[in-house]
């Protein structure tokens, strides 16, 4: 059982928090489709995509840290 190698939880926990953030991920979704057409590549949905991620984050991190030993 020492052999085994450890499952990374935060992937499952991610998983499950992603329904949680619709929202941002509906947004960032947008911001990509806005900026398909912007041919000088000056435009970008950086924060739409970091707002996404954050809320995840904040979703996953009190069930993560109760998890690690």
């Known amino acids: 059982m020492a052999d085994e190698e450890p499952v990374d939880q935060?992937?499952?926990l991610e998983?499950?928090?992603?329904?949680?953030?619709?929202?941002?991920?509906l947004e960032y979704?947008?911001?990509?489709k806005r900026i398909?057409?912007?041919?000088s590549g000056h435009?970008?949905?950086t924060?739409?995509?970091?707002?996404?991620w954050s809320c995840v984050?904040?979703?996953?991190?009190?069930?993560?840290?109760s998890k690690l030993k």
């Open 29 to 32: 979704e947008a911001c990509v």
């Open 36 to 39: 398909k057409v912007d041919e």
């Open 47 to 52: 924060g739409q995509y970091f707002d996404y």
């Open 57 to 65: 984050d904040k979703c996953v991190a009190p069930k993560l840290f």
């Open 15 to 25: 998983e499950s928090c992603k329904p949680k953030c619709v929202k941002p991920l």
């Open 10 to 12: 935060k992937k499952y």
């Open 43 to 45: 435009k970008h949905c």
